[in-house]
């Protein structure tokens, strides 16, 4: 068993467009843990965590009755208040989010600079979690954990498929 611990990552809000004393915002980069539970080291999939996400603890099992978790009524709270840099239509924008890792290589460098890799769709369908991030994802501080990060769909570039502000490659898709 593994505790798998969700993460959320946002760009910053633009304070021209929205500031805290006004209308509040949230500040944007990496969060804090939203929360974790424990999942199976040798079957959970991708698919599963994210059921486990949106449902609690029986998300597996589908024991909850259909009612959302806490953790995941926070996630779309983030989903809808993140920017929108790539003008996906709101509802899109504002329910849905990709899952997503914090590279090996951020271990050393400085995090607020860093953006998470999105997990290939065909990984989310039926990949083992702990297995993909262990190889892929940063060192956590718990060993017997592992991190996974949501990201708005809004933070997901159209061209590119990565988290991006509006690359070039966005640009030109939108055009």
């Given at each position: 068993?593994v ?6 990552f ?7 467009q929205?500031?805290a ?18 999942i199976d ?14 449902l ?6 589908g ?27 709101t ?7 990709r899952?997503?890792?914090?590279a ?11 953006l ?12 083992n ?15 017997h ?5 949501c ?10 498929k990565k ?13």
């Amino acid at each position: 068993m593994v505790m798998l611990e969700v993460r959320a990552f946002t760009f910053d809000n633009d304070v021209t467009q929205e500031h805290a004393y006004l209308v509040g915002c949230i500040p944007g980069g990496l969060s804090d843990v939203l929360g974790s539970f424990v999942i199976d080291e040798r079957t959970t999939t991708f698919e599963r965590a994210r059921g486990r996400i949106e449902l609690g603890g029986g998300g597996e099992r589908g024991l909850s009755g259909g009612r959302r978790s806490v953790l995941f009524r926070e996630l779309l709270y983030v989903c809808e208040s993140a920017p929108n840099p790539h003008g996906w239509a709101t509802r899109v924008s504002r329910s849905s989010y990709r899952l997503g890792y914090m590279a090996k290589d951020c271990d050393d460098a400085d995090t607020d600079s860093v953006l998470p890799t999105l997990i290939p769709l065909e990984e989310e369908a039926d990949g083992n979690v702990v297995s993909f991030l262990r190889k892929h994802a940063r060192r956590n501080t718990n060993v017997h954990a592992v991190e996974i990060v949501c990201i708005p769909l809004s933070q997901v570039g159209p061209g590119c498929k990565k988290c991006c502000k509006g690359c070039s490659i966005c640009t030109k898709a939108r055009l």
